[in-house]
């Protein structure tokens, strides 16, 4: 499987950003897709995860409201809408794949995939 994250940028408190993540491979739809991101001098922390085939959402605590996952089935391609961008969330964002039986899937050890990682900057 093959990751591949885009849509980043330099945005200012109160925007508004998608990030997208396009996923190629063999039976890219059987993998759970998470969005986890990482700020400079703090561990990798989880933000979100959905499943292709039903669509079920699942967000860290600390992210619900602001964030959102969505999946484009027929373009093999995972978003990730943040709104009310803050200062504090500028971070590289990466999305990941895992398998569905790879453990609570919160956890940046449960993925086997990862993209490259896309730079989000949040200006105040």
């Known amino acids: 499987v093959q990751l591949q994250a885009f849509g980043g940028g330099v945005v200012q408190a109160g925007d508004s950003l998608r990030l997208a993540c396009k996923a190629s491979g063999r039976n890219v739809n059987n993998y759970v897709m998470g969005w986890f991101r990482q700020a400079p001098g703090k561990e990798r922390e989880f933000v979100a995860r959905?499943?292709?085939?039903?669509?079920?959402?699942y967000y860290e605590e600390s992210m619900k409201g602001r964030f959102t996952i969505a999946a484009d089935n027929p373009k093999n391609t995972v978003y990730l809408q943040i709104d009310s961008l803050k200062p504090e969330d500028t971070a590289v964002y990466y999305c990941?794949?895992?398998?569905?039986?790879?453990?609570?899937?919160?956890?940046?050890?449960?993925?086997?995939?990862w993209g490259q990682g896309t730079q989000v900057t949040v200006s105040s």
């Open positions: 959905i499943t292709w085939s039903s669509g079920g959402e």
């Open positions: 990941a794949a895992a398998s569905p039986w790879s453990g609570n899937l919160s956890l940046s050890r449960d993925y086997g995939y």
